[in-house]
């Protein structure tokens, strides 16, 4: 049976180099195959498919109310897919941005929770820091282990993440759950001064955005034009080459998780500071583990990431109007996100590899 896999089953073959109109061709052949994937599933769950596609892509479009929304859910999705697509260039799968983004949120309520009477324009600023020294330093645990240990930091990042939603859980039980709050798991309502600032009057969409963008183009400066950022790719694409260059891998990884953690902190306290105006417990809304989609589909690119990002909350807000309009579940949702990664990651394979047969050492044998 071995003989005959062998003989008649294909293997992937290294190609000498990738095509770049393959490579660009590779997140719109993957959201093509996903779509007509998903298409068929709700064939077989009894939906309308073109019910569930005009509310999923065609609706968050109709009003400025449903596109302020997307903009809204753009911020996160890219503030921490930026962060994290700077780590796994450098090939430092940090899967805990989930966790980083909880202990972000936790850090930036403590100003509101324990001097809800404080007053001043420095608070949410202040916040925002707070919110990305959180992340930082909750990755900073990741990159101990790794670094020290050499314990893997898709692991230790993960169940990291499942400490932080337990953390999160005991503080809006215990301490700091709002005694006037009805027993709901949620903190005080922040005071004025501890929001941020909303962009675009009439809608939810802060100033946040407008960060969140210069980050983006600092990212983009980091990796494209630094020496710093240029060591980072090198350690990803060749190690042994950079440890021969001097590159220290160590420093590499602390880098990448301390980026990754810092962003997705910021990420957390922008949302408590920003749409929320409180701590709760449905902050853990998955945005840690949608970046790494988000982050993957833009090519691990500053540029393309920031398409990613916009596909990825309009189909957040799509999903949201197809539960409604076309009766679809949640999980259907997700389903189309994870098919739409795992169509992806197959197509860059096919980039970069080529299918080889072996029928002819298979007719060589005896």
């Known amino acids: 049976m071995s003989a005959f896999s062998a003989a008649f089953l294909p293997t992937l073959v290294r190609r000498e180099r990738a095509s770049l109109a393959a490579t660009l061709l590779a997140p719109p ?18 939906r309308d498919p073109p ?15 449903s596109f302020s929304e997307v903009l809204l859910k753009t911020g996160p999705l890219l503030l921490i897919a930026q962060g994290l697509a700077i780590g796994f260039r450098a090939k430092v799968f940090n899967i805990g941005a989930e966790g980083q983004f909880i202990l972000g949120a936790i850090f930036a309520s403590s100003i509101p929770v324990w001097f809800p009477q404080a007053t001043g324009q420095w608070i949410w600023p202040m916040m925002l820091l707070l919110g990305a020294v959180g992340g930082a330093l909750w990755a900073s645990i990741t990159a101990f282990w790794r670094v020290r240990l050499n314990a893997n930091e898709i692991l230790v990042s993960l169940m990291l993440s499942l400490v932080a939603a337990q953390f999160l859980n005991y503080l809006l039980l215990g301490p700091w759950k709002d005694p006037n709050g009805f027993n709901f798991p949620q903190s005080v ?3 004025y001064d501890a929001m941020v600032p909303v962009l ?4 939810r969409v802060n100033v946040s955005l ?43 990884i602390w880098l990448s998780l301390l980026i990754g953690g810092c962003a997705a902190g910021l990420a957390g306290a922008a949302e408590v500071a920003g749409p929320l105006g409180q701590l709760q417990r449905s902050i853990s809304s998955g945005y840690g583990y949608a970046a790494i989609i988000v982050a993957y589909l833009g090519g691990l690119h500053p540029i393309g990431i920031v398409i990613s990002a ?43 590899y080529r299918l080889a047969w072996r029928r002819t050492a298979y007719r060589s044998q005896p």
């Not at 569930?52 to 109310?65: G, H, K």
Request: glycine share 10%.
């Open 29 to 46: 052949v993957a959201l093509a195959v996903a779509t007509v994937l998903n298409l068929g599933l709700y064939v077989l769950m009894g």
């Open 51 to 65: 019910a569930v596609l005009y509310a999923m892509l065609l609706e968050p479009f109709l009003s400025w109310a």
């Open 189 to 191: 309502m922040f005071q």
């Open 200 to 203: 675009i009057s009439g809608t």
């Open 210 to 252: 407008l960060l969140t963008i210069a980050l983006s183009i600092a990212a983009w400066i980091f990796m494209q034009k630094s020496f710093v950022g240029y060591k980072l790719q090198v350690g990803g694409l060749a190690p042994r080459a950079a440890g021969y260059a001097g590159f220290n891998q160590g420093w590499a």
């Open 310 to 352: 916009l596909f990825m909350a309009i189909l957040y807000i799509g999903g949201d109007n197809a539960m409604v309009s076309a009766n679809l579940p949640i999980a259907a949702v997700r389903v189309f996100q994870g098919s739409l990664l795992l169509a992806y990651l197959i197509a860059v394979a096919f980039v970069r």
